[in-house]
């Protein structure tokens, strides 16, 4: 199972850099586009602190991030979630995680649930950004996960 959620991981930073690069490729998108491609950003923040067992309640949930910022954001947030992927071990999938949400209330949820949620979450909110590019006129990209593992198979590299 660890070896399928690095995969969704691989995937979700594959789908961010893709969906960013369109961003910038159009003049950092509307401020709606940039608005979803922060709270992903944002909400990835949330959840790998909540997992390391720290307070969430300072990250802004909505924040506003530009083009530049979501580059630096991006970057930071695969670097941290790739290092707790690494140290994670198997057993500790299925821990019960208790935490309390931007607004103090609290929950109690498997460490897989919450993966599974932060990588779904993100592939919804790439959507909304290629509704409101192709509304644009722009020529979208594809971030579905078929497309991810394609393109691994065509370099070489599917696992």
Not at 66 to 95: P, S, T
Request: proline share 1%.
């Amino acid at each position: 199972m660890k070896q399928l959620i690095e995969k969704l991981y691989d995937w979700n930073f594959w789908g961010n850099r893709r969906a960013l690069e369109m961003l910038r490729e159009n003049g950092g998108g509307t401020e709606n586009m940039l608005g979803l491609m922060s709270h992903i950003l944002a909400s990835e923040q949330i959840w790998l602190t909540r997992l390391q067992g720290e307070d969430s309640s300072y990250i802004e949930i909505f924040p506003a991030f530009d083009d530049e910022r979501c580059a630096a954001v991006l970057d930071g947030n695969e670097r941290d979630w790739r290092k707790y992927l690494m140290a994670l071990e198997g057993e500790k999938l299925f821990y019960l995680l208790k935490y309390k949400n931007q607004f103090g209330v609290e929950y109690e949820t498997a460490v897989a649930d919450i993966l599974m949620h932060v990588s779904s979450h993100g592939h919804y909110h790439r959507a909304q950004i290629a509704a409101a590019a192709r509304q644009a006129g722009w020529k979208t990209v594809n971030t579905d996960y078929i497309s991810f593992v394609r393109e691994l198979e065509r370099a070489g590299r599917a696992h």
